[in-house]
């Protein structure tokens, strides 16, 4: 694989490991820590994508430490290869928000079951927002960038928030699941 090919979750693991060597379990808490509601990396993907990187030469593994845990380090050649990526331009955006796609197939869904899942995923985005805004209280974080990543994050959940509580079928006694706006 080339700088060029790298995918996008190796290059997010390649720059995580720029503030120095971090086991498997490091990079998952580093990301669930910080970009989790926004990239979405599971154990597997990472301890996968770890190999891969380490194939290509693009990080190293240290020696075991405590419980045979494997510290992986960015190479020169890696830290080239996460240079390049970074400077391409990003994919498009997709949005894969499976509670919209419920909302969308809503009139296939009891009003009852419909109205569990739009409050669970309130309560849901309300923590969320909670936990931004605790973090942006601490003063965290000071880098410009990652404040900007918070701020949308801020702003996202404060929009999510809005659209669901305009959704008639969050009220009691709203409107029917599959009924019609009149316009």
């Not at 597997?44 to 045979?68: C, F, N, P």
């Not at 994919?91 to 909302?103: E, S």
């Amino acid at each position: 694989m080339s700088s060029d090919e790298l995918n996008a979750t190796a290059a997010s693991l390649l720059g995580f490991l720029h503030d120095g060597p971090k086991t498997g379990w490091d990079l998952v808490e580093a990301i669930e820590g910080s970009v989790g509601y926004f990239w979405n990396v599971t154990r597997s993907q990472v301890y996968r994508e770890l190999k891969t990187l380490a194939a290509e030469g693009y990080v190293t593994e240290k020696r075991a430490g405590a419980r045979d845990k494997v510290p992986y380090a960015i190479t020169t050649a890696g830290k080239q290869a996460f240079s390049v990526w970074i400077a391409g331009e990003p994919a498009p955006d997709i949005m894969r928000l499976p509670l919209v796609l419920t909302v969308f197939f809503g009139r296939n869904v009891p009003p009852d079951l419909l109205r569990r899942h739009l409050e669970k995923a309130r309560v849901e985005h309300a923590r969320r927002l909670d936990e931004y805004r605790r973090i942006e209280a601490e003063g965290l974080p000071e880098d410009e960038f990652q404040l900007s990543t918070l701020e949308l994050g801020i702003a996202y959940e404060e929009a999510f928030l809005g659209w669901l509580s305009k959704l008639p079928w969050m009220k009691e006694g709203g409107r029917k699941a599959g009924a019609r706006r009149g316009r």
